[in-house]
């Protein structure tokens, strides 16, 4: 049941959107270097997932991973020290936005590489399945990544080989600057899945509830050992591609534009009863308090040693 | 011929609107490149489009306008598909830009230019030709991180077949595009991506720069610096310093890694005697290594001093500002190389 989640969703999901925001502010002050790209809007897809995932099950993530590493149980301190390149990075400020990443929560990293996901998630899920391990792999990837070669080739194996592995598609309408609907002969993803003799289910990826049921079927089934399922989530992305981007392609037609995934579970969870709008206010508040902090001690954080430029290149 | 000052990326842009308009079966082809495909209100009231990108830089801004979305050609992010077709069209009639919009992406890119692009001519007895420019970029120098910064032109240097191109400033990108789109090969024309804010003196005719030929950006007498792309500045400015102490520096730009210049740089070192070899690749296997062997091999008689290359580390190009900073080859690191070959020289001048 969503209910016994709420709380944690709820919390996660505000710490993904202050983080955001945060982010977007700081970027503008010229705080951080190169290039970012935020996940504000599509909180409800790594929630929704990461709510039935355990520390020891794997993900993949993208180049907008910031969401699924908060999501993941990453540190956050850590995270916002690594975007803005300091020390006390998770990556020692080494990796950047790009390459978010803590192996030891299970987050494999945020990729530079669009599709560069795929092959790796089903590589965790192989550890899985050959050690008999109960663990799953979750691959995040962007519309813009299913039309790589990699989708296939991903897919294909993991299919092939009955991994524990769920493919999670978040559809947010545009890769990069270019709409889904024409890099796409295909009208959704979801239903290239029975090429690969998996199932592909669609949902509304604003929706943290539809995102959850579908995600613990696919687990069901991975733990099975019937193997992988292709799930695409239908959303949004608040900002642009990157911090910068004039974002000329959207338009007031787009599916989901005015749509809040956060204000959405807040409603739906006051009027059930899973959360009173005190617990809401108390968890907003405590988020932006985790937030704040994490600002203040990536600020704080010293630039890495020089040194570090020479180090962790080999074991 | 007029001068006014342009961008490294105007120029670009501007010999890629030329060669459009002078033959017909030039296109561009990657991702984003015009951006906003099937997006109405990017449809202009003479049917002619906006683009909402041109290019994640902006360098192709204003092409699909004039050329249209047919030969301004927006791909899924699918680099092995597109690049297979740009293959594919230019041994069959088209002469295209296909655009990697970083190096670091040539992962997926890479098979079509290696096995497919560069063998063809060889393995069909020379009964076929790929006129493709492959438009990338490469450096460290903006936060990009490790998958974003990367120099790998002497990566595509290692293939035969392949030409690759490394234009330094505005004026040499716009001649050696307008070259590489010229050539019936596969040219790989880099861009440092921190050169396209550079301004210099641009014609605004049609004219190209001789592939395969190197610059001599200053001559000098006592040291030949030979350098890539942006590397070209970095030792101009060593030029500048040591020219303080009297020492005369010879500077050469490369302008074309493969196949290099190697005349130019040969007679460069007879007359100076030492060389240092600036590239901001990785230190192994590079142009700069290349460059020191052939050299060695034949003029090594004529060296006082053994050659020095500075490159960036044997590490992935870091994140963090400062150590960025530390990764690129900058004067300081060449004069600290260039102090140890310079030093009975300046005992004896100075």
């Not at chain 1, 990536?298 to 962790?312: C, H, K, V």
């Not at chain 2, 699918?78 to 670091?104: C, K, Q, W």
């Not at chain 2, 595009?177 to 210099?200: H, P, Q, R």
């Amino acid at each position: 049941m969503i209910k016994e989640k709420t709380l944690w969703i709820y919390q996660k999901m505000n710490e993904i959107r202050f983080f955001e925001e945060e982010v977007h502010r700081t970027f503008g002050k010229g705080l951080i270097p190169g290039f970012v790209h935020l996940y504000a809007g599509e909180e409800a897809v790594a929630t929704g997932v990461m709510a039935l995932l355990n520390d020891e099950d794997y993900i993949t993530s993208t180049h907008r991973g910031h969401g699924h590493a908060i999501a993941k149980g990453c540190d956050i301190k850590g995270m916002m020290a690594e975007i803005m390149g300091k020390r006390d990075g998770l990556g020692g400020g080494k990796g950047g936005s790009m390459h978010v990443a803590d192996i030891d929560k299970g987050m494999l990293g945020a990729n530079g590489i669009v599709g560069g996901g795929f092959g790796i998630a089903a590589g965790a899920a192989l550890t899985s399945k050959t050690l008999g391990l109960d663990h799953v792999a979750v691959c995040f990837f962007g519309d813009g990544a299913s039309n790589e070669g990699t989708f296939h080739e991903g897919l294909n194996l993991a299919s092939i080989l009955d991994l524990p592995v769920i493919f999670v598609c978040e559809n947010n309408q545009f890769g990069e600057g270019t709409p889904f609907r024409y890099a796409s002969a295909s009208e959704t993803v979801a239903e290239r899945a029975p090429a690969y003799n998996m199932p592909g289910i669609r949902v509304d990826g604003m929706d943290v509830e539809a995102v959850y049921e579908a995600t613990k079927t696919a687990i069901e089934r991975a733990k099975a050992g019937k193997g992988p399922t292709l799930i695409e989530c239908d959303t949004y992305r608040h900002y642009g591609h990157f911090e910068g981007d004039e974002q000329k392609y959207k338009t007031d037609n787009d599916p989901n534009k005015d749509r809040d995934p956060i204000t959405e579970f807040r409603e739906k969870a006051i009027k059930n009863q899973w959360m009173t709008e005190k617990q809401a206010v108390e968890i907003e508040e405590n988020a932006k308090k985790t937030i704040d902090e994490a600002v203040a001690f990536a600020e704080e954080s010293p630039l890495p040693d020089i040194s570090t430029l020479y180090t962790d290149i080999f074991a | 011929m007029t001068e006014r000052k342009v961008t490294f990326m105007t120029a670009i842009n501007e010999a890629m609107a030329q060669s459009m308009r002078k033959d017909e079966t030039v296109i561009l082809i990657g991702t984003d490149v015009a951006g906003g495909a099937e997006v109405d209100h990017l449809v202009q009231d003479d049917g002619r489009y906006d683009d909402a990108f041109g290019g994640v830089f902006g360098l192709s801004k204003g092409l699909v306008t004039e050329f249209g979305r047919e030969r301004v050609i927006d791909t899924p992010i699918a680099e092995h598909g597109y690049f297979s077709a740009a293959v594919g069209a230019a041994a069959t009639g088209l002469r295209p830009i296909a655009e990697l919009m970083f190096n670091d992406f040539v992962g997926f890119a890479l098979d079509p230019i290696l096995n497919q692009g560069a063998k063809m001519r060889y393995m069909f007895g020379g009964k076929a030709k790929i006129p493709l420019t492959v438009r990338t970029v490469h450096g460290a120098g903006a936060g990009a991180a490790a998958q974003h910064s990367q120099t790998l032109y002497g990566l595509f240097g290692a293939i035969p077949g392949v030409k690759v191109v490394v234009p330094s400033n505005p004026y040499d990108a716009k001649g050696l595009m307008l070259a590489a789109i010229e050539d019936d090969n596969v040219v790989v024309f880099s861009e440092d991506k921190m050169l396209y804010g550079m301004k210099g003196d641009v014609p605004e005719e049609y004219y190209t720069i001789e592939i395969g030929k190197a610059n001599v950006v200053r001559e000098g007498s006592d040291l030949t610096i030979v350098a890539i792309g942006k590397m070209v500045q970095v030792a101009e400015e060593v030029a500048d310093r040591l020219g303080g102490d009297g020492v005369k520096v010879e500077v050469i730009d490369l302008r074309t890694i493969s196949p290099w210049d190697q005349e130019t740089v040969i007679e460069s070192v007879k007359k100076t005697g030492r060389l240092i070899v600036i590239d901001e690749s990785n230190p192994h296997n590079n142009t700069a290594t290349d460059v020191a062997s052939v050299v060695a091999d034949k003029a090594f008689d004529y060296l006082d001093g053994p050659i020095k290359t500075v490159c960036a580390p044997n590490t992935p190009v870091p994140f963090a500002a400062n150590l960025e900073k530390a990764y690129i080859p900058d004067a300081d690191k060449v004069l600290r190389v260039a102090e140890e070959l310079i030093s009975d020289l300046k005992i004896g001048t100075i």
